[in-house]
């Protein structure tokens, strides 16, 4: 019976969503199988200590586990990195179900997590929506102030909670110990959703110094970062989608996929990083998510459906919203800019919860048969 790693060597993930190969046990009666100790899932790119386990390692491409391995475990995971600040702590997850009798768990909740999610987003909604248009009627309206002072001040205030949430996983990311860290990337690549990130707060940066330096601002070009910023979310988990579907390896490391691999949904990564990193469920999490996306068919299919349901609603949303905000009354479009792709992703949150929860309840009630475990 051959042990089970957390190696992101992908497995097969084509245009046709053809099975991928998990190794399934033979036919055996209970009695007759034997007892193995619970498995233990290796972090690629993590040596182990010793130098038995270090010639082993050279000798065998990394075997997963520790110089003490049984003989039976016979599945290679990824040889040790050669790059020493590729390396992180010690956060191997431990699998005692080599037969998948269940699906890999998650082992992450968000019900335990209610409480940060909701003051997070109450935040960002104060910091992204209340205040700017706040800002907005009351210098406009409330003082003498010219329209270049207005603006320069609340552009000057925008989105100090998502800068200092931004700083925040960079430094979390970036740290020397970091235990959310990348599986098998350099300290210095951060992860997908943080480069995402970064490309679209520069886009949204470059609208608001521009729209700033006239004397007389354009106010519908100040109404549309978050449009833009949707714009830049869904484009990007569109082609991501289109480029797998069309075979086309990663073409860069996007987090824990290396590059070459064969691509995953768009929106893999950002479940990745933000569940790892914002969610705090650490490098464990993109293990086990790894884990659980190469063992089930019918979870590849929900990430497939999710990532054409928010790239989808994301392009559109950014495209209505700006053609409202360029078509109706001055003060009317900087609310409609600052409000709609907020409600937007509000209404889309609620439809994903119950929707992802109704699939995973599914995929467990369906997981008996051997088609879910291809």
Known sequence: MATQTSSMEPLRD????????????????????????????QVPGQQTEGADAERAGRGTAGTAGTAGTTANSTTPSRAPSPQPSAMFPHT??????????HPPPLNYSLQSRRKSIFWFWTLIVLDCV???????????????????????????????????????????????????????????????????LSVGWFFV???LIVGTSFHDPPIRLL??????????????????DILRIMGVPAPC????????????????????????????????????????????????????RLTLFWAIGSIAISGITTAIVFTIERDAAYVVGWTVPFIWAAVWTAITIPWVQKSLKHEYAEWTTAKWKA
């Open 223 to 240: 109404a549309i970062p978050p449009a833009t910023m949707c714009f830049a979310i869904g484009l990007e988990l569109l082609l991501i």
């Open 130 to 196: 209340a205040m700017p248009i706040g800002l907005y009627f009351g210098l406009w309206y409330g003082t003498s102030l010219s329209p270049n002072a207005v603006f320069s001040i609340s552009t000057a205030l925008l989105g100090t909670v998502s800068i200092v949430e931004y700083f925040i996983r960079f430094l979390r990311l970036w740290r020397k110990n970091s235990d959310c860290r990348v599986i098998g990337a350099q300290r210095a690549y951060l992860d997908w959703f943080h480069w995402n």
């Open 14 to 41: 084509d245009a046709t969503n053809a099975p991928a190969s998990i190794p399934l046990p033979e036919p055996a009666t209970l009695a007759e199988r034997p007892t193995t100790p619970p498995t233990t899932l």
């Open 205 to 207: 940066m470059i609208e």
């Open 253 to 304: 490391r996007i987090s824990s996929l290396p590059m070459g691999a064969p691509l995953r949904p768009g929106i893999y990564a950002y479940i990745e990083d933000i569940c790892a990193v914002d969610g705090s469920g650490k490098t464990e999490f993109r293990q086990r998510l790894n884990l659980r996306y190469q063992a089930s068919k019918a979870f590849r299919e929900m990430l497939h």
């Open 92 to 101: 191997q997850i431990t699998y005692d179900d080599p037969d998948f009798t």
